[in-house]
């Protein structure tokens, strides 16, 4: 695991996210059948924008972020990134940043997967930063912020070689590698297939420094050329593009890390989970009971083979009224068809009881050995005081 990959990852989702946030917030002001239109002004989408550049790019929390330390959990990510949005007047719940959170994990994921080298994820955050400079252009506070902190981001990376950029891009897919939500605008566009996973091709060009394959060169002992061969590639392959600028400002060639999401189109910010498949509607009886058996080690249970009217929590995870009616209704004609196990792990005290004790003592014994703080509490008590 690098430790030099969390600046890159806060950066590009970031990155994302303002992209994003700024899309919605455009289109709910200038929607025709938006019936709150013009809740959002201009004047508030530029305070939205500076306010939350301005929180991101702080002196003390970039700091912070630059130093040596492991890559966060999702939900450590989740969490600081849900503070950096709510540095402004934007408001939002928990469904809703859910979904932000897998947009700007699987559009960054992608352009780590079409990375043409390890070392061009610079470029791909010099793009991120180059779209929220552009956010803040009318605030030269907040720019100069931005400018410092990419000062920094070349001073710490430029020296690293080709085998830590190797390491940072390998951190990077095992942290993506559970993440396979699909998003509308890469359907559309037929990068990714319905299970989520994306369609990487094999053509354009080959990185730069790399020669284009489906040529074997031979050479003899003194290391003159003696014969060659062609093997078929099973791609469409061309020269390499030039190199990117790797300074404060220039063309950074790559495209990858630019805004993908366009006012018009409101759809490519929707995602949904990837489906399972579909073989058997048969009920698993075996599924059940071992259900029922986790409901017993738990402290009791109560099963029931009708469906309820009524559920003790209401978790929505929808951001209209028709898609979670939608889903509701599917999910009660399968709860009438497979029945519901209701686990009330409260309901038996005594067994309850017992569990809460051994818990105790098993925190009482694995105590000592629970460090002090777990990784990204300081970063997160930090910005509490920003």
């Not at 946030?21 to 809740?39: F, I, M, Y």
């Not at 599924?287 to 083979?305: D, F, P, Q, T, V």
């Amino acid at each position: 695991m690098s430790l030099r990959t969390l600046p890159l990852v806060i950066i590009n989702l970031g990155g994302e996210m303002l992209c994003i946030l700024d899309q919605r917030l455009q289109a709910q002001n200038t929607s025709e059948d938006n019936s709150e239109k013009g809740v959002w002004s201009e004047n508030d989408r530029k305070r939205v924008m500076n306010d939350i550049i301005g929180t991101m790019f702080t002196k003390a929390f970039m700091d912070e972020l630059l130093k040596p330390q492991q890559l966060y959990s999702h939900r450590t990510m989740k969490t600081v990134l849900t503070r950096l949005a709510h540095a402004s007047i934007v408001r939002l719940n928990a469904a809703s940043m859910d979904r932000l959170y897998e947009l700007m994990v699987m559009a960054f994921k992608y352009q780590v997967f079409l990375c043409p080298r390890p070392k061009d994820l610079l470029l791909i955050s010099y793009n991120h930063l180059d779209t929220v400079r552009e956010f803040v252009k009318n605030t030269p506070a907040v720019v100069n912020q931005v400018d410092e902190t990419h000062r920094k981001i070349i001073e710490v990376y430029s020296t690293l070689s080709e085998g830590e950029f190797q390491l940072i891009r390998q951190t990077l897919l095992i942290f993506f590698q559970d993440m396979h939500v699909r998003v509308s605008l890469f359907l559309k566009n037929q990068v990714q297939n319905a299970n989520g996973r994306f369609a990487l091709s094999t053509s354009g060009p080959v990185p730069h420094g790399i020669d284009v394959p489906g040529l074997i060169r031979m050479f003899d002992r003194k290391g003159r050329e003696v014969r060659r061969r062609e093997f078929p590639t099973g791609g469409s392959y061309s020269s390499p593009i030039r190199e990117g600028c790797f300074e404060l400002h220039g063309d950074r060639v790559i495209r990858l890390g630019m805004n993908m999401f366009t006012v018009n189109h409101p759809e490519e910010t929707r995602t949904s989970k990837a489906p399972s498949v579909k073989t058997d509607d048969t009920p698993n009886l075996l599924a059940k009971e071992e259900l029922n058996l986790l409901a017993r080690l738990m402290g009791s249970m109560k099963a029931e083979n009708e469906p309820r009217a009524e559920t003790g929590f209401r978790i929505n995870l929808f951001t209209t009224d028709q898609e979670e009616e939608e889903v509701g209704a599917s999910c009660e004609a399968e709860e009438s068809f497979f029945g519901v196990i209701s686990i009330q792990a409260m309901q038996d005290e005594q067994a309850a009881t017992e569990l809460a004790k051994i818990a105790g003592e098993l925190t009482e014994q694995e105590q000592p050995e629970i460090p002090s703080s777990n990784k990204g509490d300081d970063l997160l008590a930090m910005m509490d005081d920003l």
